[in-house]
């Protein structure tokens, strides 16, 4: 825990002394599809029913907050039982997380560390965790990356129906401008507006 401490902290401070100004990604939106795989220890998992457990698909939005902060949220579904995809125990979770991006330290490579929560369902019943985790998002062009993550998901034992465990995703991200989305319409429709009044 010290050594994960250590290295997040010197990402920060070498990320606010990173010449030149925080990455225009910082005001874009992201949309993702991929997956994702859950796994127990052996000990919950003898509880819990399944060690390991894949969602497909899992789906996120990430909305800029601006200042390298951005909040995140995902659904993952129960897999599809086909072929060896196949979980022996219900795993739905809605998951929301606050994330610190580190845009100035790559222009291609951008990690990530996040806080947040989560709902799980499970074959028991529906179950709040608390989550910390770190995340990479590898960008191919302007508008389209991998991302993958590791969460860590903490079940008080207080709640009997889910036990803590990681989860470990990967996605394809599309990354969009939406304020660009809205001015070029209102563009659109003033230059509508002149055109007509010219005639």
């Not at 074959?123 to 590898?138: D, H, S, V, W």
Request: aromatic share 16%; with cysteine.
């Amino acid at each position: 825990m010290r050594k994960l401490f250590f290295v997040v902290t010197v990402l920060f401070i070498a990320n606010i002394f990173a010449q030149g100004d925080s990455n225009k990604r910082d005001k874009k939106w992201q949309i993702g599809i991929g997956s994702a795989i859950v796994k127990f220890s052996d000990e919950d998992a003898a509880f819990i029913g399944d060690k390991n457990m894949i969602q497909i698909p899992r789906l996120n939005l990430t909305m800029p907050l601006g200042n390298n902060l951005s909040l995140d949220g995902a659904m993952s579904f129960n897999s599809f039982g086909v072929g060896f995809i196949d979980n022996s125990v219900k795993y739905f979770s809605l998951d929301g997380s606050v994330r610190y991006n580190f845009y100035n330290l790559s222009e291609d490579f951008v990690p990530y560390v996040f806080a947040g929560g989560s709902l799980v369902d499970s074959e028991r019943k529906m179950t709040p965790t608390f989550n910390i985790g770190a995340g990479l998002t590898y960008w191919i062009s302007n508008s389209f990356g991998i991302n993958t993550q590791l969460y860590y998901k903490h079940s008080l034992e207080s709640f009997e129906s889910m036990r803590s465990h990681i989860q470990i995703t990967g996605s394809l991200i599309y990354s969009f401008d939406l304020g660009n989305l809205f001015s070029g319409r209102a563009t659109s429709a003033v230059g509508g507006a002149c055109y007509f009044n010219q005639h």
